[in-house]
């Protein structure tokens, strides 16, 4: 298994958001994560990734253990939530920014994948001009930089039209040919069926089936 989690458990509060999770991801698979909201996909994914401390229990990445061995992923892209950006200054300088200080990307290669996503002609457009789905796809540029192994998705459909869901639909899928391993959130059944090898299916912080 290229992810497992090891009975892992998460409170704030008095409220248990992630209750006894073991479960694991094969490397170069897209995984779906559903649920209503509340039900700990996006704990989940924060864990995996390293932002959220479990309280008990373990979660392991290509053989690091998360928190331990490593603070984050080895290579990791992701969105998770609302993307932040710097909305005075271009789409483009943004990413530059955090290249800047996460990858050796230079200016053309992000360009390049700015186009890949949809936002050739947003590349000079400061970032308060963009419409939601414009800011969603500056997000998925966002978490392809570097070219990771590991790809956290959380919601990356919401706010794009029914172009730019079919696009993002066919690049998730392309890094899946790359030998990519995906993590997908989505309220819509749909997008689950279509791209996911497995669909873990999540309530009150636990996993109720996996197909």
């Not at 704990?43 to 008990?56: A, N």
């Not at 990356?156 to 869901?165: A, W």
């Not at 998730?172 to 990519?180: P, Q, R, V």
């Not at 993590?183 to 996996?210: F, K, Q, W």
């Amino acid at each position: 298994m290229y992810i497992i989690v090891r009975d892992v458990n998460k409170t704030y509060g008095k409220h248990q958001v992630l209750n006894s999770i073991s479960v694991g991801f094969l490397k170069g698979k897209i995984h779906g994560v559903v649920g209503r909201n509340g039900s700990g996909k996006t704990q989940l994914f924060k864990v995996i990734c390293g932002y959220v401390i479990p309280d008990s229990g373990s979660v392991k990445v290509a053989g690091k253990i998360i928190g331990k061995d490593r603070d984050y992923p080895d290579s990791m892209g992701l969105l998770i939530e609302n993307p932040g950006f710097l909305t005075n200054y271009t789409g483009l300088f943004n990413l530059q920014m955090l290249a800047a200080m996460n990858t050796k990307l230079k200016k053309d290669d992000l360009v390049n994948l700015m186009k890949e996503v949809g936002l050739a002609d947003a590349i000079n457009k400061k970032v308060r001009k963009y419409s939601l789905g414009m800011k969603q796809r500056l997000g998925i540029a966002q978490a392809l930089m570097g070219n990771p192994e590991l790809i956290i998705l959380d919601e990356p459909f919401n706010g794009l039209d029914k172009t730019g869901v079919e696009d993002v639909r066919k690049m998730i899928l392309s890094l899946k040919e790359k030998g990519k391993t995906i993590m997908l959130a989505s309220h819509n059944p749909y997008d689950i069926e279509v791209l996911c090898d497995t669909i873990h299916e999540m309530d009150a912080g636990r996993i109720m089936e996996i197909k």
